[in-house]
């Protein structure tokens, strides 16, 4: 190698600058994966979407927690209650 020779470059000095250059490499990796999840971390917070009683007593039915006998006249005053515009 031309440069092998520096003055005042030993294997020392080598080991020491290929350490920093494989730490400062590993610090710019580190600082980009935070800078992505800090800047995608808002979009994972948002709220969900809640469901609608109409939904939730769809759930209930599936799940067979409610017959249909209960699950038709909880709808329909779910439906009443809505089309009055008195919300729960």
Do not use: C, K
Not at 20 to 35: E, K, R
């Amino acid at each position: 190698m031309m440069w092998w020779n520096v003055p005042g470059m030993s294997g020392w000095g080598f080991a020491i600058m290929s350490i920093w250059t494989v730490l400062f490499a590993a610090l710019v990796i580190v600082g980009l994966v935070a800078a992505a999840r800090i800047l995608r971390a808002p979009a994972d917070r948002l709220p969900q979407a809640r469901p609608t009683p109409e939904d939730l007593l769809g759930e209930r039915f599936a799940r067979g927690e409610i017959d249909e006998q209960e699950y038709r006249q909880s709808l329909e005053t779910v439906r009443s209650v809505r089309r009055s515009g008195i919300e729960a």
